[in-house]
Nanobody
Framework: QVQLVESGGGLVPAGGSLRLSCVAPGSIFSLGTMAWYRQAPGQQREFVASITTGVGTNYADSVKGRFTISRDNAKNTVDLQMNSLKPEDTAIYYC??????????WGQGTQVTVSS
């Protein structure tokens, strides 16, 4: 079973920063658009940011200017640098890979908690 493994979550005060990292199998990483989603308690999972194999990026309006997604093709990792964190950023963050436009892979998630 394909596994995406996230790390880097934690508790941070409002205004602080965290960096999330996700490692994927090379066969998936080299073919896929990588992304981060998040799910807050009682809410649906929502898109946060994505990066294509050609390193084109896309961001949710709520995180533009604060979050940066990047990928390291040598390490098969995709990172999410989160700055100026707000309490409303509190959620479980999931790594996602999309291959051939229809095959989806998900990580187990990592908790991010921003205290006010």
């Amino acid at each position: 079973q394909v596994q995406l493994v996230e790390s880097g979550g934690g508790l941070v005060p409002a205004g602080g920063s965290l960096r999330l990292s996700c490692v994927a199998p090379g066969s998936i990483f080299s073919l896929g658009t990588m992304a981060w989603y998040r799910q807050a308690p009682g809410q649906q999972r929502e898109f946060v940011a994505s990066i294509t194999t050609g390193v084109g990026t896309n961001y949710a309006d709520s995180v533009k200017g604060r979050f940066t997604i990047s990928r390291d093709n040598a390490k098969n990792t995709v990172d999410l640098q989160m700055n100026s964190l707000k309490p409303e950023d509190t959620a479980i963050y999931y790594c996602h890979a999309l291959v051939h436009t229809y095959i989806h892979f998900w990580g187990q998630g990592t908790q991010v908690t921003v205290s006010s």
